[in-house]
């Protein structure tokens, strides 16, 4: 597609409910990142793919966040037994991931975000 | 823990003033980048500056570095109101990391 695409764009659970948010990324991008972004806050890193690389979950929160990138594509971000602090805008984005590029030169290309809400 | 911090947190300014904003961040890097953010949506890039570089034009946008001082400066020149918006700067982890941080940002308001 022509940018990222993330869905839903809001969701409302009840804590404790298991919550998929899903990304597609631009076509051709290796590179896929999440952030979560709390009300009025920065980004916080969650985890990143890069190609068939492991990715890094160093910004995971818990075990109870889990993501993967099938086929080197769409990616699902899967929290599990949601809690009142996990409310907050999930973004998701893609750059080229150049292997050879030098760190902070990825240019990332964000989604509008889904926005989570757990009562 | 946050690579970059920006200030001021808020700032607001008449329309056609200048809006000046500030990034310090704590260790080396090779590039600083700059993203803006409107009210719910994502972010989208403005400008990549590299560490050899020390100033950088884009339109209405100049951003500065200065490595030595570990600091950044965006400054849009005769602002608009649709200039208002959150600004963020973003740099590398690290070496071998192609994770981005990102600042706390800030919000900008022009009054028309």
């Known amino acids: 597609g022509a940018g990222v695409s993330q869905s839903p764009s809001n969701k409302v659970t009840e804590k404790g409910k298991d919550v998929e948010l899903r990304c597609d990324p631009i076509s051709g991008h290796t590179a896929l990142y999440w952030y979560r972004q709390s009300l009025g806050q920065g980004l916080e890193f969650l985890i990143y793919?890069?190609?068939?690389?492991?990715?890094?979950k160093s910004g995971l929160p818990s075990d109870r966040f889990s993501a993967e990138r099938t086929g080197g594509s769409v990616s699902t971000l899967t929290i599990q037994r949601t809690q009142q602090e996990d409310s907050a805008v999930y973004l998701c984005a893609s750059s080229p991931g150049h292997t050879k590029m030098r760190a902070g030169a990825n240019v990332l290309t964000f989604g509008a975000g889904s926005r989570l809400t757990v009562l | 823990s946050q690579q970059g911090e920006e200030d001021p947190q808020a700032l607001s300014i008449q329309e056609g003033e200048n809006a000046t904003m500030n990034c310090s961040y704590k260790?080396?890097?090779?590039?600083l980048q700059w993203y803006r953010q409107n009210s719910g949506r994502g972010l989208v890039h403005l400008i990549l500056i590299r560490s050899n570089e020390r100033e950088k034009h884009s339109g209405r946008l100049r951003v500065t570095l200065d490595t030595s001082k570990k600091s950044s400066s965006l400054l849009i020149t005769a602002s608009r109101a649709a200039d208002t918006a959150s600004y963020f700067c973003a740099t590398g982890a690290g070496a071998g990391s192609y994770q981005l941080t990102f600042g706390k940002g800030t919000k900008l308001s022009v009054i028309p």
């Open positions: 260790t080396s890097i090779n590039n």
């Open positions: 793919f890069q190609g068939n690389s492991a990715p890094d």
